[in-house]
């Protein structure tokens, strides 16, 4: 059964128009992350959460934004999609095993802009 | 930032074959973790790796984690053709608070037929 789920697997949006992806887990895991991913590329992180707290990486654009409500969700919200935003956009969760972390991915959205 | 390099980029070889890869690193890692991606799905975790010097397998596939923490490998013994796919190496160093991986550039594995 999957223990991350990432909705919808595929997305197509109007440059420009608001878009946001979902994601869902069932591990009750307290780290949820969002990866973009380009062709041929390594997954490279946007933002994750502790709980609560939001950690934004240093190079991630102001048009991409995150919530998370509650343990189990986490949205990724671009405000005004470009069409450099195509991409793979992979959740992640993870909980802290004292030394170290192992992430489990979701399946995926590929989101397309036209 | 940190840095991951992965090598070989990409690596063509017949089934049976058996496959070595590997991760260097700018700084030190406490967890090495080898992923595996399909095609337009996600990474999916084949071993992790928690102790420098730690040796791991999980089927035909084998991972060291580097007495340094700089570096991991992962072998794959009598390749098949389910092996195919990209394969990430991914580090983290887990900050309370603030834990993130840092991934590789890839390799790209084709069996070639």
């Known amino acids: 059964d999957a223990m991350v789920i990432q909705n919808p697997r595929y997305q197509v949006t109007q440059f420009g128009k608001p878009v946001t992806l979902s994601c869902s887990q069932t591990?009750?895991?307290?780290?949820m992350y969002w990866y973009q991913q380009k062709s041929s590329q390594a997954p490279k992180l946007l933002f994750h959460?502790?709980?609560?707290?939001?950690?934004n990486e240093a190079d991630t654009p102001d048009n991409f934004q995150s919530r998370r409500p509650n343990t189990s969700f986490c949205f990724l919200d671009i405000r005004s999609p470009g069409l450099g935003d195509a991409a793979m956009y992979l959740c992640?969760?993870?909980?802290?095993?004292?030394?170290?972390?192992?992430?489990?991915f979701g399946q995926g959205t590929r989101l397309t802009v036209v | 930032g940190q840095q991951l390099n992965q090598s070989p980029q990409s690596m063509f070889i017949q089934e049976g074959e058996d496959v070595s890869m590997n991760c260097t690193s700018s700084?030190?890692?406490?967890?090495w973790l080898w992923y595996k991606q399909d095609p337009g799905e996600g990474p999916v975790l084949l071993i992790a790796?928690?102790?420098?010097?730690e040796l791991t397998s999980n089927g035909r596939l084998t991972a060291q984690f580097g007495i340094t923490r700089k570096d991991s490998f992962l072998n794959i013994s009598a390749s098949i053709p389910s092996d195919v796919g990209i394969y990430f190496c991914?580090?983290?160093?887990?900050?309370?608070?603030?834990?993130?991986?840092?991934f590789g550039t890839g390799t790209r594995l084709t069996i070639i037929p």
């Open positions: 992640a969760t993870s909980r802290v095993r004292g030394m170290g972390t192992e992430a489990f």
């Open positions: 591990l009750n895991h307290n780290v």
């Open positions: 959460y502790y709980d609560k707290d939001f950690n």
């Open positions: 700084s030190i890692f406490n967890t």
């Open positions: 790796l928690y102790k420098a010097g």
């Open positions: 991914a580090g983290d160093t887990p900050t309370f608070g603030n834990e993130k991986l840092t």
